[in-house]
């Protein structure tokens, strides 16, 4: 007889219903009382695009909720949830999968949308005892203009309340009849829970709450209120406390000791230099978003099917003999990278699975060890299985990024931490995958290379219109007091004005990273990668000129880019458009001389639920340029294994240049 599906309570709201938050955090605790796990998901309209950080009160709120509906396949993930799970649902008022739940047959505990008729229908039918207190959770003034009320889950949750949003007199009065009642975060109570002036910073607040209920937690959830509160239910069974600060590497360096205790924290950043502050305190960063992926319990089904066995494939990988004769012939071989290692990019997937086949590129597809965690099945198992099955292989390869669990700037990671994180991920994932042998042999990094600084570039010439940038320092840092840019300034609305103007496309702000460039590559972080039990690596180090191989780490091809632009946010260098592969192919071609043509595309500004709407034509286009040689119909394309088989070749009958690590 097949197991018994685990039980699971659905609680399914509106995004904007003020409950939302608190109804959720009670319902995480009921569900613990009845055995059950827990997940919750929240219709909205969303932009799906990329939320890069910032200030979350100046984004569009549609930008900040992650995928769309139907671009984000939620209706199947919802499908998947019910096929795994003994599902029943608890509604706050009207929902837009109610039509699916009652196809579905799924139990449905309530629909009420007033919070007092939800909880009494509720614990109607539950086994769980209605609790003595209520606690009614205000936004905390919203410090730094940001509303605390997403993060009081742990207070709710860890005491068994009954939790409201402060602002519904009504609700606390009918609730509150036979109740105590207790204030979090209210500033129209003279009684409240927290302990810190009622001025104090979000990332003070926040802090509180962790501290508060420490003993616990077993990691942190670093994010803004819009991604902790979808991402409660999963903190809550992870053991993951929610804090954000503005700007968000205060919080980090204030966390300390009790942060480095994790190999990865989960969240999304304020600001790209958290990943330079996490690295350095020897921590890999794993990026989230609401709804990506829509149900994230999923993962808790302990339901891993094996990787596909491996079939026949009519393409044969180049023999050596092969290789040798396009090295004689002055041969460039082409090969994109596709960067969608975060959770959150999985969506990327179902656009690149489509364009891969349509195009028949090959590629190297660059996943971390949780994107097997979270999407063990299509379309990420289809890099697996053979084109003639309708799959992606051996076109297709895996190759696994950075720490293996999530990403650091691995020259600004302690080694020795770094090295570690690297051996464990791929020991489990071999586990995972079903033998250390279907763990990827290509890695790739986020930054190898020390990063060097350098005085900012303000005027940038770019192959593609407009040719030319203007770059400018912003009006306020994301370490300014408030974290809140004065927009009525004299300074502020002048550029405003120009923004908006014909003029706006020539204007970009100094990025993060622009301070920097790439140093030689790091021997200490190729040596772990090596350790670890890759073949061949990429390193960010002199991207964008002559092929090179990197010398010093015996036993690890290391090779460069040689097509990307500098992108400031990140430390990435990355393929913006088919002019910074025509620019490549001219140069590479003219030196006539053997070698790659190697970049990386940071898939998620191109094939999310919002941008593949814009740039789907673009990315089409750069796909089928690869799989047609280039311009010139000169360049091969192949897998990343076989520029690596090549590189090797090259670099033994010295062909190619040397390039140190330090």
Known sequence: MPEPKPGLLLFVASADHPHRDAACATLAWIAAQEGKLFECYYGAQASGGHYGGGHPGHAPVAGLRGGTFTGGHHLEQLYLLLQLFECEAACLGPTLLDGALFESGVALRTRAGNIASFYQEIFATSSAEWPSRLLVVGDGGRPQGVPLGAYAFPEVFHRRLLAIA???????????????????????????????????????????????????????????????????PTALREGWLPVFGLPQTDVIAALGARLAANDVVFGRQQDDRDFQELSRAGVAFQLIDPGRPPFPVVKAALCQPPLPPPGPAHEAEPADAELRAWAGEGRVLSSPLFWTGMI???????????????????????LTSASFEYMPRPPLTLAYVPRELGGLAPRIEVLLASGGVGAFLESEAPPERFAETLRRSVEQLGQLLGGPERVPHGWWGVMDAALEPRRPPRLTPEPDAPYLRIRYRGSASASSESGIVAEDSPRSSLRRRIRESPLGGLFEPLRPFDSYRPGLPGRRVLEAVRDAGFEYAFTKAAFGTKPAVVTGVAGLTTINYTVGRWDGWTPFATINSLADLRQAEGRLLKSRRPGWLVGTLDTCLWAFTGPIWERGPRLRAICDWFAAGGDSGRLINVAPRTVARYARILADSGRTAELPSV
């Open 344 to 366: 959150r990019e999985l969506e990327n997937l179902y656009a690149l699975a489509d364009v891969f086949s349509l195009s028949g590129v090959a590629a190297g597809l660059i």
């Open 166 to 232: 402060a602002g519904d007199p009504g609700a606390q009065s009918e609730l509150g009849k036979s109740m105590d009642v207790e204030h979090l975060w209210d500033p129209a109570s003279t009684g409240d829970l927290a302990e810190l002036p009622p001025g104090a910073s979000v990332a003070a607040q926040t802090q509180w709450m962790a501290q508060r209920w420490e003993r616990e937690g077993r990691g942190f959830l670093l994010g803004d209120p819009e991604l902790v509160g979808r991402w409660a």
